[in-house]
């Protein structure tokens, strides 16, 4: 009988053990830290999208009354000869094609490829209005640039500054084969250089969230918790922050000072921060 206890003991002590084991195997399992790829991944995603917007947020500003500056002509096409605007009016509406051909450089040394083509009512004598706009043989750099936005166009908000506030379905593919589907939506204040010529003027303050999906299924989310400073004359993100969250892991990227340079600050959730640099994809 003794015997018998003592197997029955032993069984049983095993037994809690494998339930355990099982458990902390879970647990890491559902711990999946948002890695240095991940936050890079978003803000090169997200770098795509605003340089996207600031040229479809020029075009209107120059050519739909949309502006202050005394000329109607768009700085697109004055600091951007490159791009070849075709308009076709059916109706009430209007659609352009903006054609960056095999190559058109930003002055921030970006490059497009291929052709943004937008939709809108005419009606120009409105505080605002709404654009979709889409993408044909699309690249930004190297990167493909596929889906459909929708855009409403404010003449000035609260501050007296033109604004945009984008919902977007976009899907950016590396030319690794590596993709990313991000929906969402980010409002854009135009704070400084639409009163000017000069495109590379322009500055920003962008608020938001959205999701990135990536090829894998890894899903990190993206809310921006300080405005972010985006100057159009540099190629990253001079301040703000952006609170990530992958899984049941979070942290936010502090982009700095105002000092335009391809680091960050990424701050985990137990407090631990290190520096990332932004220029390029790690994986």
């Known amino acids: 009988m003794k015997t018998l206890n003592f197997k029955l003991f032993m069984f049983v ?8 084991s099982c458990e902390k195997n879970n647990d890491v399992t559902l711990t999946d830290p948002i890695s240095d790829a991940d936050a890079i991944a978003v803000v090169e995603a997200d770098d795509i999208s605003d340089d996207i917007n600031n040229v479809v947020d020029d075009y209107l500003m120059g050519n739909e009354g949309m502006s202050a500056r005394p000329s109607q002509e768009s700085k697109t096409s004055d600091i951007l000869p490159c791009v070849t605007k075709t308009i076709v009016i059916t109706g009430t509406t209007k659609n352009v094609t903006l054609d960056f051909g095999e190559g058109c450089e930003l002055p921030n040394g970006n490059i497009l490829k291929g052709k943004i083509i ?18 044909e043989n699309f ?19 609260d501050n007296g500054n033109p ?31 639409f009163d000017t010529r000069t495109f590379g003027d322009n500055v920003f ?79």
């Open 163 to 193: 604004q945009s506030t984008l919902t977007f379905d976009m899907k950016v593919t590396w030319p690794d084969g590596v993709y990313a589907s991000r929906k969402g939506t980010k409002t854009r204040e135009w704070i400084e250089g």
């Open 118 to 135: 937008m939709s809108y009512e005419v009606n120009t004598d409105v505080s605002s209005f709404t654009v979709t706009y889409s993408f």
């Open 13 to 20: 002590a095993i037994g809690s053990l494998f339930i355990t």
């Open 205 to 283: 303050l962008i608020t938001g969230n959205w999701n990135a999906t990536f090829k894998d299924g890894t899903v990190v989310s993206a809310n921006i918790t300080t405005p972010l400073r985006r100057e159009m004359s540099c190629r990253f993100i001079v301040s703000g922050v952006v609170e990530l969250q992958k899984n049941d892991s979070s942290g936010t990227l502090d982009f700095g000072d105002g000092t335009c340079d391809n680091v960050a600050i990424f701050t985990n959730a137990n407090g631990e921060s290190h520096e990332i640099t932004l220029k390029g994809r790690m994986f």
């Open 139 to 157: 690249f930004f750099n190297d990167i493909s640039v596929e889906g459909e936005n929708s855009l409403v166009r404010t003449r000035a908000n």
